[in-house]
């Protein structure tokens, strides 16, 4: 069994991260269709059953929230990233080499674009084969016409929670904190670009705040950043769809999708008002709570309030 056996010290895990992943510029970006990437992350999905028989566990997949709005391929490069940064943990516990990982270039997110990541992720899933004594992956994924953005999302979601049932914490408050860190630092970007940049005073500290209560937060935010983007200044591609609201068994990670929706919205917008600074990736945290992740969303609903003048 490859389980992890100290899960009472993952505050230290999430290491210096930095990404290899070339993200292509060239005309075979443009020609990639979300059904090419799809076939790609059914591979990705073979590959992770394969680990769990050979763990001889039995990944659940019940009680992932796939009621999405349509996405489209910013908000899947925003998930395959949290993907690869799973990936990442899984490695440390196997004693395997770590990847680096970097953000995405700022322009507008195509499926070749996404294809590339999930083309990483599938090649680092393929590297565990020595350390769950498979036999070399080959891929037999079959190609299925008609797939969308959101269908890629929803099987990145699956192979988000088969990563994490090998024996990995889930997502907890540290990783969210980071995920709000980096969408203050987002909104800043954007607002220097069109001048609009205003000291906003963080909130007084919280205290006794649960996952549900920085949701709610979350979801502020990321209807604010909808307000925000049906300004001609902030408009972006489709605009902003916001998912139905969870009204209970609220997670970390339901939190941490909100924030995804968030980053994946302000990158393009920093497309739209000419801001160039990639986004942000905050060294690792510990320590943190969701009334320390509530407060720093507090923070970035009056950012997002400052810029509505």
């Keep these: 069994m490859h389980m992890f056996k100290g899960v009472c010290r993952y505050f230290s895990f ?11 510029h060239t005309s075979f970006a ?157 909104i800043k970007r954007v607002s220097a670009a069109v001048n609009k940049t205003v000291l906003v005073d963080a909130p007084s500290p919280s205290v006794g705040k649960k996952p549900s209560d920085a949701y709610t937060l979350a979801y502020y935010a990321l209807k604010g950043i909808q307000a925000l983007s049906k300004k001609p200044e902030y408009a972006i591609p489709k605009g902003v769809q916001v998912p139905k609201r969870i009204k209970s068994g609220i997670k970390p990670a339901d939190v941490q999708q909100l924030l995804l929706f968030c980053l994946a919205e302000l990158s393009s917008m920093k497309v739209k008002v000419g801001a160039t600074e990639p986004l942000v990736l905050p060294k690792p945290t510990a320590g943190q709570t969701p009334s320390t992740v509530f407060d720093q969303l507090g923070l970035v609903n009056r950012q997002i309030q400052s810029m509505q003048w």
Excluded: C, W
């Design 14 to 24: 999430f290491l210096a991260l930095g990404v290899s992943v070339v993200f292509s």
């Design 30 to 186: 443009a020609k990639v269709t979300p059904s090419q990437v799809y076939q790609v992350t059914e591979d990705i999905l073979l590959q992770l059953k394969r680990m769990h028989d050979s763990n001889l566990t039995i990944p659940d997949l019940t009680k992932l929230h796939l009621d999405l709005p349509p996405r489209l391929p910013r908000h899947v490069i925003q998930q395959a990233l949290n993907v690869r940064l799973k990936i990442q943990l899984l490695k440390r516990v196997n004693g395997m080499k770590l990847s680096e990982i970097t953000a995405p270039p700022v322009k507008e997110v195509t499926p070749g674009d996404v294809m590339n990541v999930a083309t990483v992720i599938l090649d680092e899933l393929k590297t565990f084969d020595k350390a769950y004594n498979l036999t070399p992956f080959k891929k037999s994924a079959k190609f299925v016409d008609g797939k969308t953005p959101t269908d890629v999302y929803k099987n990145l979601l699956r192979a988000q929670a088969m990563i994490v049932q090998l024996g990995i914490p889930g997502t907890v408050p540290n990783n969210v904190y980071n995920n709000a860190v980096s969408v203050s630092e987002e």
